[in-house]
């Protein structure tokens, strides 16, 4: 592929040139000069803009007015260069016919000549590719169907591309709304990119519900052959299930993906077009990345290598902006980690042992081999979680891939090859079909032993009962424990043979497999024989972000609350410090339109330390519900309460309803507690309550790291104050985080280990003093309740536009007497 870097520099425009929707703000004016910098300088950048300020619009228009600029300056200096060229060309070869040295002459024709067809090749490789977007394609042109597309050996041009990543497809919605609103949502050829699970209209494909299988029937239905001449009686009983998807008609895909780069559609509106024309929104999506200017995408399909292939995403050259990104660690460590359990390995076992007795005649010595070498590896590993053997220690531990590998007593096998074999068969898929069509084969009489098969067909029926029902008793929770076990038992008696059967164990084992062919450094492999389980931990992400920044032109991190970004700089970017650079912008609100304080004593008087074994004391417990109460007099409208967990959260609401408390507070205000699981309707019911007529407002108890306390607004009334009540410090005690820890005191130097603990917690805070905030006109009153935020170290990790303004109320300030008193004083002048 070929392109072009122009040799002349871009000016940075003015803030009226970026096509901003309105007059932005002085920090929207900035943000976007300093991206566009950025961009044309091919660094790293690390944006940091409070929730609230406009940051992916600001974004958005900012690297849109780069690219536009970008390319206009492609096809000047080109055509200039060109143009140069030849002149230049010709006045060699005038010079040549005069030159004594004839043989220097003509090198240095010739070396003109060779640059001038390199230009022009490039010049019509550009024209080819723009003549392409111009005219809609009616031809009857296959598209890939395989996961990772075939590579062409025609040369082409390959423009610059803007990849646009976020968390969920939801906050990905919200950049096509503000695209829309700017100059650039009637001319930038935009495309957005999911999963078949999101994006496939074919009802056979989307009632299998598990991704993995909805890719393997869509990869079959796809390459199927378009007609079948006098097929045979038993391909005409067939199931549609091995016949052509209907919706992956060429034309039906060209037209779609024409529509789609005409206008910006979110991933919702693709699939509904898909369904409305009857086209392929997934192969359409595809077909689309190509010519595409800006692509959006989760987290998931940028940041893993497999998935970018599958989807077939080139990042050479390109822009890639991650948005969202204060968790990008924790992102990468999640998305490469792997666990699998002895369940799943159990039936692994049992499935690949009864594939290859069935087919054991057919396969050759090698492949034969290969599958052997499988059955071994789980033999070993179940015996690595077997409690009973005494040679291995009962209690879970960390081991270094090696060391499993080394103990499981497979070391000497190339798992690689193994793994290459599996992908090549397409192993998972097969052992899967084998298994289910063992499952269903009727049972045996009771007069008759069962046959091998059968009781082959029994064992994965009883397992995939255990792995189903482990699975729903996660869900649902312990109180239908016993309801569900009767409806199993039940089930099992009626339909025993057709007993659905759980997501193939296959595929994780393979996943697993191939964390022990990582570097051995970069993750450890927690064993825990009690619970087991094997689960591989990422430890260093660094290796997993090379790519991008090895490949991309620029790329951008940009959050809300980037800060602290010390761990993100050691972590991912020491590759490229001479590239990176950091920019931290100020709200847009006003500076008294937030008051936070510390509030350091409660109304008694006592200290106040909510750490985890003073917090459900009676006397921390009175503190806090006088605090609620008392705020709930003087706050208007909504007060959201962040507390440490779900457990401290019961015994708070326990301890506010049998010290009559609540009866006091819901005198004046609806009290709301957030429960694990779906948050949209107490969001409904909570903003209900505020509005309703002569209502006091509302108070809502939430959760740290819960469903409230990301990606939610509390603006305007949703949110005149949020408390967080202590420092949510995670469970120091846990094997992970200790590995995690003790690797980056290693690899960083000591202490690194305890900054990455503490900054895990005050970014956790962080973003939940970030839902109140929303808008330029919005304000709100913060209360960090602990006398450890006074600490200057702490201080120093809260947000630039928060630390600047805070009150501190310590009992020899004031107290809580003279927060109440700012507090009300605070929502009186507005």
Sequence with gaps: MAQYTPHQPLSTPTAQEFGFPHTPYGIQEQLMQELFEVLEKGQVGIFESPTGTGKSLTLTCGSLTWLARHEELVRAEMLARIGGAKLELAELEKQSEQAQDWLESQAKSRTQREELQKLQHMQQLLDKQEQQLESNSD???????????????????????????????????????????????????????????????????????????????????ASKSKSQPNPSKKSRLATGASSRCPFKAASLVDSLRDLALSEPLDIEELASQGAACGGCSYYASRSALEQAQLILLPYQLLLQKSARQQLGIKLKGSIVIVDEAHNLLDT??????????????????????????HFQKRFSTKNLLKINQLIYIVRR???????????????????RTYELTAEGDFFNIDLCELLDFCARTRFARKVQGHAAKMQREPQPSENRPPTLSSARSLILQRLASEQ????????????????????VEERQEKEEPHLELPPSPIRPLLAFLETLTSNAED?????????GTFKYLLLDPAEQFADILDEARAVVVAGGTMQPTQELKEQLFTSCKDRLVERFYSHVVPEDAVLPFVVSNGPNRALLRFNFAQRASPEMLQE???????????????????????????????????????????????LFREVSGSAEQLLVKYALAIKAAGS???????????????????????????LVVGLPYPNRQAPELQQRMRHLDEKLGPGSGNEFFENLCMKAVNQCIGRAVRHIKDYACVYLLDERYANAGIRRKLPEWISRHIVEASAGKGGFGAVQAQTAKFFKSR
């Design 139 to 221: 031809t009857d042109s296959e598209h890939e169907t395989a996961d990772e597309p075939e590579e062409t050996s025609e040369d082409h041009y390959r423009p610059v591309q803007i990849f646009f990543c976020s968390r969920t497809h939801s906050q990905l919605t919200q950049i096509i709304s503000e695209l829309r609103k700017t100059p650039y949502g009637q001319s930038v050829r935009c495309i957005s990119l999911g999963s078949r699970q999101q994006l496939c209209v074919n009802s056979q494909v989307r009632s299998l519900k598990q991704v993995a299988l909805m890719n393997e029937r869509c990869l079959d239905m």
């Design 332 to 357: 990468l460590a999640q998305l490469h980690g792997v666990e699998i359990n002895r369940q799943r390995l159990e039936r692994a076992r049992v499935e690949i042992s009864g594939y290859k007795e």
């Design 381 to 399: 590993l179940l015996k690595a979680l077997d409690p009973g053997d005494n040679t291995q220690p009962n209690c879970s531990r960390m081991l």
């Design 468 to 487: 189903t029902e482990k699975e729903k008793t996660k869900k649902q929770g312990k109180r239908k424990l016993e309801e569900m076990a009767d409806s």
């Design 523 to 531: 993750g450890r492999i927690l064993l825990d024989p009690q619970q």
């Design 624 to 670: 806090l519900s006088m605090i609620l109460q008392n705020l709930c007099q003087v706050v208007p409208g909504g007060v959201v309460c962040f507390l440490p967990s779900y457990e401290y959260l019961d015994k708070v609401y326990n301890y506010l309803e049998q010290s009559g408390t609540l009866e006091r507070i819901s005198r004046r205000k609806t």
């Design 696 to 722: 006091g407002g509302a108070l809502l108890l939430s959760v740290v790291g819960g469903k409230l306390s990301e990606g939610l607004n509390f603006a305007d009334d949703l949110g005149r104050a949020v």
